[in-house]
């Protein structure tokens, strides 16, 4: 059995490329070397403050070098990371921080006023450590992060019990739909999922002592990763780690928010070969920057976009095509619970269409007894996917039950997602079923409505979803972003609706709004749009 621990993969690369970049942004460019050697400092802080084995640390922080340090940190010293929406509000902040049995907080000068108001409900937190970002002071009870870090230690950090493939990586996921939950991932089973579809792949059953065998020579070229989300979610975090786990460099932007100009300048300066997105809400921005400006931004040193998570519509992979025409555009079908469900790609030799993807090993599509739906009959059942995952979520084993169902004499993780199965094995998604609208009897996911509007040239986003009717139960209603410029009427859309959807699920409403407003995730707070459309259609 392998015994994979992420600190202890990248200590052995800082060891054999210790002068080859880690971090890239702007003109930082930070070494393995120094890149090990401040996360050791920082640890060192954390278990001399008592931190114990597999206590909490919360990553407050937008994207950044000091985000990959702390996790970096947190792994060398058996402690356990926290990622935190820094989009929260107070009250959420303290559900998550007190959920997560939090004892220790990293975050940016700009949270200074909420993490001040969490920490007088959270006294049990015993560090907080400020990293300046021109935001507020540092506050009297924190400390600068960057002292901590500088502080020479003799490394490697450990904490007493050592480490482990069971040392766990704790990713908090969910939100606008209810409390968010924690998902625990052992090391292990994590690095060995995300091992499976690596650019540079170890041994399944390896130890630290294949690193060496594994990476290249340091004089050969090394990947360049930019995670164009934030690394608070699955997506970008999961980009890192097989960036890292290549001897590569993690690139960022100079500015934290999303500017799309600004990420393909720096994807031209930096060279950047791989790119982690999520869907439309990243896609398109650069899309129409690409379009406006053709020839402006050299990007053939690009080879893959990676996105996960929403949907990508094949338009708009056929447009960064015509641009990158070497790219490789990979979609891939998964969740924070659920990794390496499905995937497909798209190149200039091959498109994949809309939400089609064909199932990792491990995946099906199943019913409720845990046999397989046969594929080409159009039969509706739930993705699963077996083998290794998570062991369940942090204190919740209701939930845990729900989700990691063990099916016969095989353990299935269901995160909830309904799909059917086409003869050649291409599963198509239909959304989640929590959030599927029963009109008439009649069953209608919001995420497949939402993909056949995309598809109009005028709507540049989307959200479906049910508002109460007193003869059907629930009406469906369209809620749109147009493009700039382009406004379509109802009449329009619901007419071009009608060549991909069956009449029971074309929006009997379409409401018109300024912007969705989509979270850095690329998700939508679900129950603000059914509260926005049911005082629009007169059903509040």
Known sequence: MSDWNFADVWEQIAVL??????????????????????????????????????????????????????LFACFKASLVPVNTNYRYVDAELVYLWRDADVEAVVFHGSFTEHAAAARAELPGIRV???????????????EPYEAVVAEPVAGPVRAAEGRSGDDLYL??????????????????????????????????????????????????PRARVLPAAPLMHGTSAFSAFGGMGAGGAIVFPEQVRFEAA???????????????????????PLLDALDAEP?????????????????????????????????????????????????????????????????????????????????????????????????????????????????GDRRWITP??????????????????????????????????????????HVADAVVVGVPDPRFGQMVVAVVEPEPGGTPSEEELVGALRDHLAGYKIPRRVVVVDSIGRAPNGKVDQRRWREEAARATGRA
């Open 295 to 407: 020839g402006r931004w050299d990007l053939s040193a690009l080879r893959v976009m990676l996105s996960s998570g929403v949907m990508w519509s094949q338009p708009v992979k056929d447009g960064l095509l015509r641009h990158v025409p070497g790219l490789l555009c990979v979609d891939t079908l998964g969740s924070s619970e659920a990794v390496g469900v499905g995937r497909s790609i798209s190149s200039t030799r091959k498109s994949a269409r809309t939400a089609g993807f064909k199932l990792g090993p491990d995946a099906q599509v199943i019913r409720d007894d845990g046999t397989p739906v046969e594929p080409g009959t159009g039969e509706e059942g739930l993705l699963a996917i077996g083998g290794r995952g998570p062991v369940g979520y942090y204190k919740d084993p209701e939930k845990t039950a729900r989700t990691f169902r063990v099916i």
């Open 17 to 70: 490329q210790p002068e080859l970049p880690a971090v890239l942004r702007g003109d930082l460019a930070r070494t393995w070397r120094e890149l090990d050697e401040r996360a050791d400092a920082l640890a060192r802080r954390l278990l001399d403050a008592g931190l114990g084995h597999q206590a909490k640390v919360a990553q407050y922080l937008y994207n950044g070098p000091e985000y990959l340090e702390a």
């Open 171 to 220: 990713l908090y996921t969910g939100g606008t739909t209810g409390q968010p939950k924690g998902v625990m991932w052992r090391q292990d089973d994590l690095f060995s999922v995300l091992n499976r579809t690596a650019t540079v792949r170890y041994p399944e059953d390896g130890t630290v002592a294949d690193v060496a065998a594994v990476l290249p020579p340091v004089d050969e």
């Open 416 to 457: 909830g997602d309904h799909a059917t199965v086409d003869l050649d094995g291409t599963v198509n998604l239909l959304g989640r079923g929590s959030s599927c609208i029963n009109t008439g009897g009649e069953k209608v996911f919001p995420e497949e409505v939402e993909e056949a509007l995309k598809l109009h040239g």
């Open 128 to 142: 907080w450590l400020w990293v300046d970002d021109g935001g507020a002071p540092c506050p009297e009870w924190a």
């Open 262 to 284: 600004v990420v393909l300048d720096t994807l031209e300066r930096q060279q950047v070969t791989e790119m982690s997105i999520v869907g439309d809400a990243f896609a398109k």
